[in-house]
């Protein structure tokens, strides 16, 4: 299982970014059971951002930010606005995801860094 994420780069203060996270597995069928966002600044530890439940609700940890899932095509996205420099972080996309060789696990993507200018 690969998780890859997307969209993350410069912006300045009170500018807006969309991340994208895909899930893939290369010859194997999955389910994904969750799936969404955690952040790390530096020197602080890795935090939660938003997520959803299959089958459920969506959560964020900030009201600026809106989490969305195309269940079609795998993919998950968090729109960012009114972005604050206190934002700036490397963002991960997390899912727990299910195979037939390994269940249900949580998987990381690789991160994409988010830097917001003041």
């Known amino acids: 299982v690969q998780l890859q994420a997307s969209g993350g780069g410069l912006v300045q203060a009170g500018g807006s970014l969309r991340l994208s996270c895909v899930a893939s597995a290369s010859g194997s069928r999955f389910v994904i059971n969750t799936i969404g966002w955690y952040r790390q600044a530096p020197g602080k530890e890795r935090e939660f951002v938003a997520g959803i439940v299959a089958g459920g609700g969506p959560r964020e940890a900030e009201s600026r930010f809106t989490i969305s899932a195309d269940n079609a095509k795998n993919n998950v996205g968090l729109q960012m606005n009114n972005l604050k420099p206190e934002d700036t972080a490397v963002y991960y996309c997390?899912?727990?995801?299910?195979?037939?060789?390994?269940?249900?696990?949580?998987?990381w993507g690789q991160g994409t860094l988010v830097t917001v200018s003041s």
């Open positions: 997390n899912a727990n995801i299910w195979t037939p060789s390994k269940g249900s696990i949580y998987y």
